[in-house]
């Protein structure tokens, strides 16, 4: 990548809830216009991961910082620089689409006159000049995630954290929302990415995977796939569940 500007950077973070260790010294940097995937099964600690990063939780220790901010004392920043969408809710349902874009843009101290213009544009942008005044709860999937993907964005953060965005939704539309993250990734926004469908991640300028709380591989996916002897990221996925660890040399140099 052309701008090589650290955005995420995380060193021995460490989340522990009693005795049980969420996540174990986690050692990575996100990059400035990167999609960067963040993989694993359920019970891995990404989520816990996630919500340290977007100043929702504090780590129990480590040196963390997001857009600049450190995780400990200036969440309050970090929170005003990213944008999240998650799959099982961003948008409300009983609000149209014109005010659920007004209430969210307003929270990020937009102005309403920019909120206005920025608001045709992007209904223009998304064919949804139609639908403006419609209630999100009449819209298809796709729609929905499209939108809540523009709304996360609206505000023009730093970074956006899309957790699962593609559940559930069709193969073409899932294809149409990566041009949306492409897109947005070549302005100079960093999208941090986490999802179960492994062909994403062949999608990712890097992907890390995370395993029992550990971060046990991070790498482009064409090394990944090389160091790991794997035709597909599900293959590499496969293997490190399995315990099958040989470590990059590029993830062993940060953690060294």
């Keep these: ?3 090589r500007g650290v955005v995420i950077q995380a060193r021995n973070m460490v989340k522990k809830f009693g005795h049980f260790t969420a996540n174990d010294n986690l050692n990575f940097d996100v990059y400035k216009g990167e999609i960067f995937g963040f993989l694993g099964a359920n019970g891995a600690g ?9 100043g929702l939780s504090a780590p129990t220790s480590g040196k963390i910082t997001v857009a600049g901010y450190d995780v400990h004392r200036q969440t309050e920043s970090i929170k005003k620089n990213i944008g999240y969408m998650s799959q099982k809710f961003t948008l409300y349902d009983n609000l149209t689409v014109w005010e659920n874009i007004r209430f969210y843009a307003g929270i990020y101290g937009m102005k309403l006159s920019a909120i206005k213009v920025k608001t045709d544009r992007l209904m223009k942008n998304l064919d949804l000049e139609h639908a403006r005044d419609k209630r999100i709860a009449s ?6 995630q499209k939108l809540a993907f523009s709304v996360a964005i609206f ?3 730093k970074i956006v954290f899309l957790d699962e965005p593609t559940g559930g ?8 929302f990566w041009d949306m993250i492409y897109e947005t ?3 100079g926004i960093t999208v ?7 062909d994403e991640a062949e999608y990712c ?5 995370m395993v029992d709380g550990r971060i046990d591989a991070l790498d482009t996916p064409a090394k990944l796939k090389k160091n790991y002897k794997a035709k597909t990221m599900n293959d590499v996925f496969l293997k490190l569940a399995r315990g099958e660890n040989v470590c990059p040399d590029s993830y062993r140099e940060l953690n060294s």
């Design 1 to 3: 990548m052309e701008n």
């Design 46 to 54: 990404k989520t816990t991961a996630i919500r340290i990063l977007c």
């Design 139 to 144: 819209l298809p999937l796709g729609w929905k």
């Design 155 to 157: 505000h023009d953060p």
């Design 169 to 176: 939704v069709d193969p073409i539309t899932r294809r149409q």
């Design 185 to 187: 990734a070549h302005s």
């Design 192 to 198: 941090f990415v986490t999802t179960h469908y492994m």
């Design 205 to 209: 300028d890097r992907v890390s995977i």
